[in-house]
């Protein structure tokens, strides 16, 4: 009977490992959620949050020593008075950090519009007499369609007089990305009469001979992705514009470095975010100097190509997939945690190489991945479980099916050996009844005979091997432990006994009366898959088992209702139930003698009738194994007057008055061979 339900489920995760179905199904649920995750990458999805996580990538380093910064900030506008200054105080400024000998001279002010004459030509000689420094053009940039480089819709440089003074221009414009963030700068710009605008950043490298390629570290639209070495106002050594003024020791700062001038006072508003933000905002010549930094260390940043990103996408949705259709959910969980945790470590890796990856579309991976799988595990875990329940509910107790669910490793493929109890039951005359019923009748006499038999397995928690016409097999001990079995078998016996009594009276089977013989054994069985590799039964087979149905055979030689082994006997608690000894056989196949003893009831239901019963019999069983037969039969002559239906009483006392004429040979043993099964 458990045939269907075994070959149907314990070929699941619980008993083996998984089949083609068990993980291909979470495999393509997470393949299905790599690939809606993917598509989302490619198309844009979040890149705004995508790129916010992955700033988070940006470590502290040390920046070039070769770069210095002159801040023109609230400290300098106190010292030289209110915004503007007058050019000559610019040319001045220019004076004073050319005279230290720097590399170049990056003075990120415009002079768009005209002054007087003193002050435009004192500016335009310092510049010139400097000889290294770099002035800056505004443009109005339009990025071309489809990212293929910047072009200049309008220019804003400074007058003319100044910029021919100075050895080179470069455009200073720092476009944000959609997020208002500052992360790359076009190297170079075209304008309208197709010639180039170099970064103001690549003028410096210019102006001191250090050229490197407009396109190298670049994307395709000639972007340079910042590689900004640490927060707003840490990375470069700072002299305020008063200082150069004030101080004439702090010009040696500047020989043989990079001085970028500009803004910094806060009324200025000369600021944006960058990466390296996080309350505070990068001014402009700051960001200046991370471009010329980036340029000069050559730590370039590229973001890692989509279509490599979205197979990364795929692998570990795929990854964790298998892994949760492998593993249980308590070994899954810190997987998920370490495959993140591993995910992000990778990504610092890689951004420490110069490639930038999208941390967040790897975590909604992971999380989706996760989170689909293991709902998909739940629902067929549920499905499963609700088959399993609906199947095995025909054959076990709601408990027994409740402790398969909860451990399911408990059924396992094959059989194993365990200390059981089994138990068959056979309804007496049953050969009789048939023929004297019809077919409909019978069948609903059996359904319920058997219906009430099979509850009471049930309730003790046993599990119905099988129906043999009208006999009942049941077994206890498997597939989960139960201590108790051989006791648990015992009560079934004496509750199916009640019940039937209590059936007769009702009058459940009409005008018929049915009686049962049950017996028990208990000892070592091999239970588990019997049968084909197509077709199987889950039952136990073994000596002990056909042993169980030669206890029920017995119980009709003996005309007693349960009949049960010595080894089953020993198995009950103490003084729990009232047994007596029926005798030692010695069974047909067998040698070796077999005690054999009766359980009348409970003890706590025994009356002093009953215990009167099995005190002579005891005494009556132990003259006759003592060969005093004649003691033997007299004690039974006088239980057969008191109990004139007590089979083992008629028995012992046949017996006893058949050696009491025809003696046994000397070597018997007590035992009493039996010829049938």
């Known amino acids: 009977m458990f045939c269907d339900i075994l070959l149907a489920y314990m070929n699941k995760k619980s008993f083996r490992p998984k089949g083609y179905k068990e993980w291909m199904r979470p495999i393509l649920v997470g393949l299905t959620i790599g690939m809606l995750c993917a598509s989302a990458f490619l198309f844009g999805m979040l890149e705004t949050w995508s790129r916010r996580i992955s700033d988070r990538l940006y470590l502290p380093y040390t920046a070039d020593s070769r770069i210095v910064l002159v801040s023109l900030d609230d400290s300098s506008m106190t010292r030289l008075g209110r915004w503007p200054w007058d050019r000559a105080v610019h040319g001045e400024l220019i004076q004073k ?29 310092a510049i010139r007499a400097a000889g290294n420094v770099v002035l800056p053009v505004e443009l109005e940039l339009e990025l071309l369609d489809g990212g293929g480089g910047y072009v200049a819709n309008k220019t804003l440089p400074p007058i003319s007089q ?25 190297l170079s710009v075209a304008l309208k009469d197709a010639s180039v605008v170099p970064a103001f950043a690549y003028r410096l490298l210019e102006v001191a001979d250090m050229k490197v390629s407009l396109s190298e570290g670049t994307d395709n639209a000639n972007r340079l992705i910042v590689h900004y070495p640490d927060r707003p106002g840490l990375a470069y050594k700072t002299i305020t514009a008063a200082q150069v003024f004030d101080n004439p020791y702090i010009l040696s700062e500047f020989k043989n470095k990079f001085v970028l001038v ?26 200046h100097a991370s471009i010329l930094n980036t340029l000069l260390q050559e730590k ?8 490599l990103l979205a197979l990364w996408i795929l692998g570990i949705a795929f990854l964790l997939s298998l892994i949760i259709s492998l593993f249980r959910a308590r070994w ?61 509910s025909h054959y076990v107790s709601s408990s027994v099916v409740d402790s398969i669910l909860d451990d399911p490793t408990q059924l396992q493929l094959g059989g194993i050996r365990k200390d059981m109890s089994v138990m068959f039951s056979d309804v007496r005359g049953f050969t009789t009844i048939s023929e004297g ?23 003790k928690e046993g599990v119905l091997d099988k129906y043999i016409g009208d006999a009942v097999m049941a077994f206890w001990n498997a597939p989960f432990n139960q201590e108790d079995h051989a006791k648990r078998a015992v009560d079934t016996a004496l509750e199916m006994l009640s019940a039937l009594k209590q059936m007769n009276r009702e009058k459940a089977f009409g005008d018929l009366e049915l009686r049962i013989g049950v017996g028990i054994n208990s000892g070592e069985m091999v239970v588990g898959n019997m049968g084909s590799e197509d077709r199987f039964d889950y039952t136990v087979i073994g000596d002990n088992v056909n042993l169980g149905s030669r206890m029920e055979a017995l119980t009709k030689q003996y005309g007693i209702a349960l009949l049960i082994s010595e080894s089953t006997k020993n198995a009950l608690p103490e003084g729990e139930y009232l047994i007596r000894p029926i005798d030692l056989v010695t069974v047909k196949g067998k040698k ?26 005891v005494k009556a069983l132990k003259a006759y194994f003592a060969r005093d037969f004649f003691t033997a039969a007299q004690l039974t002559d006088q239980l057969m007057m008191q109990y004139p239906m007590d089979g083992p009483s008629k028995t012992l006392n046949e017996r006893a008055k058949h050696f009491s004429k025809e003696p046994p040979a000397d070597d018997w043993n007590g035992a009493w061979v039996m010829k049938t099964k």
């Open 97 to 125: 950090i050319a005279s230290a000998g720097p590399l170049a001279i990056g003075y990120d002010v415009n002079f768009p519009e005209s002054s007087d004459d003193f002050n435009d030509t004192y500016l335009a000689e």
């Open 332 to 392: 899954s969980v810190p997987f998920v945690a370490l495959l993140w945790l591993g995910s992000v470590v990778i990504a610092f890796v890689c951004f420490d190489k110069g490639w930038i990856v999208d941390i967040l579309w790897l975590t909604i991976t992971i999380i989706l991945t996760f989170a689909a799988v293991m709902m998909e595990r739940r629902i067929a875990s549920e499905k499963q479980k609700k088959e399993i329940r609906q199947a095995f």
């Open 162 to 186: 100044i910029a021919a003074a100075a050895k080179r221009i470069g455009h200073t414009n720092t476009p944000q990305d959609a997020d208002g963030v500052v992360r790359r700068i076009p």
């Open 437 to 459: 019923l019809s077919p409909e009748a019978l069948v609903k006499l059996m359904n319920t005979y058997l219906t009430r038999m099979t509850d009471i397995v049930f309730e």
């Open 592 to 617: 070796k003698p077999i005690k054999m003893y009766e359980v009348l009831r409970k003890m706590e239901n025994a009356t002093e009738d009953n215990k009167q019963l099995v005190s002579v019999f």
């Open 300 to 307: 370039y940043l590229f973001e890692i190509p989509s279509v």
């Open 262 to 287: 500009g803004a910094t006072a806060a009324d200025l508003h000369d600021n944006q975010r960058v990466p390296t933000s996080i309350n505070k905002p990068m001014d402009g010549v700051e960001i």
